[in-house]
């Protein structure tokens, strides 16, 4: 079975680009094998969203990982389809939670059946992924509970919002850590752990990957606003239409200047379908774009902070080209 597309980074050692290439589809292979179920039925909503496709972007950061001790290790593809596994469960339940009607192009699987068969299907993908996790040892079961707590304390707090005198940027940026980040972060540290890496790399890997994953998502955001097709999949201003308040639209309602008034108005709530050029007009002139520009490179920077202190190997190679392409896609 090949392996499904990764993000479009430069790989100009063939070894690593052929270890990577070998290693996904490993995942692939045991990622379907690891939903089958005596019922038909779980095994059909369970692989739902793994045949809608998806670029793996964890599993291949867990393999990039790997590559700083033995990238052969026996736990590392477990590992790599433990956590898709969690993500994918992950993407079952938000999109009862945002009542998405699509997911990568097919219909969600609340769409297709309803909310009670999302949610089961996204907690036996939880199962599946505890199961194969009991065989890799005590410690990264703690590590993936610890992670899994972050998860859902992200997403808590991003439905509640901002407690009552907390600075509303500040408490998106902790959600994005916490919803986004964390996941991510465990998957350069179980690439890293299970290849018997050093606890200095580790410890590099986890931080420049929790950097990485904070800054994926604020380019999805300035995407959202900038990009005339956007790269995330979503018609530009969806975010605008369904009243989401990502960074720019943050720093825009925080701003003072009476010559933003206007804007401020237009993203008080969900913007109306007849209003949406106006305020993606005014957004994209407006300094808040530069705001979220210089929020995103603040954690590529912590990206690369931490990589400088990697071996010098193709691995890290590439994963400092995809910090410069996680600014490049924003424009």
């Known amino acids: 079975m090949a392996a499904p597309p990764v993000v479009d980074i430069p790989l100009v050692d063939e070894r690593l680009a052929d270890d990577l290439a070998g290693g996904l589809a490993a995942v692939e292979k045991l990622l379907r094998s690891s939903v089958e ?3 038909a039925f779980v095994t059909q909503t369970s692989r739902h969203l793994i045949e809608a496709g998806g670029k793996r972007f964890r599993a291949m950061l867990v393999l990039l990982a790997a590559q700083f001790g033995n990238p052969d290790a026996p736990g590392i593809v477990p590992g790599a389809v433990v956590i898709e596994l969690t993500h994918l469960a992950t993407l079952y339940h938000d999109d009862v939670m945002d009542e998405a009607p699509v997911r990568r192009g097919s219909p969600s ?3 297709r059946w309803d909310n009670t068969v999302a949610i089961l299907t996204g907690d036996y ?23 899994f707590s972050r998860l859902v304390r992200g997403q808590i707090r991003e439905t509640i919002g901002p407690a009552e005198g907390r600075d509303a940027i500040a408490h998106y940026i902790s959600v994005l850590a916490d919803k986004t980040g964390s996941l991510i972060a ?9 290849a018997g890496a050093s606890a200095d790399v580790v410890e590099r890997l986890t931080d420049a990957c929790e ?3 904070v800054a ?3 380019g999805d955001d300035l995407i959202d606003v900038a990009a005339p097709t956007a ?7 969806t975010d605008l239409r369904e009243g989401v308040r990502t960074l720019p639209v943050l720093h825009a309602l925080a701003s003072d200047d009476p010559g933003d008034a206007r804007l401020r108005t237009l993203l008080s709530g969900p913007v109306a379908e007849e209003d949406v050029d106006e305020a993606l007009t005014l957004l994209r002139a407006n300094r808040a774009m530069e705001q979220a520009r210089e929020e995103l490179t603040r954690w590529i920077d912590r990206a690369k902070e931490a990589l400088a202190g990697l071996p010098e190997i193709p691995a890290r190679t590439a994963l400092v080209a995809l910090c410069d392409y996680v600014v490049e896609r924003t424009g």
């Open 211 to 213: 950097a990485i994953g």
């Open 125 to 147: 993908l939880f199962a599946q992924a505890s199961e194969i996790l009991a065989d890799l040892g005590s410690e990264l079961i703690r590590i993936q509970a610890r992670t």
């Open 186 to 194: 465990t998957s350069g540290r179980f690439g890293a752990m299970l």
């Open 231 to 237: 790269d995330s999949g979503k018609t530009p201003g």
């Open 37 to 39: 179920s005596e019922d």
């Open 109 to 111: 699987a609340n769409a």
């Open 216 to 218: 994926w998502q604020l």
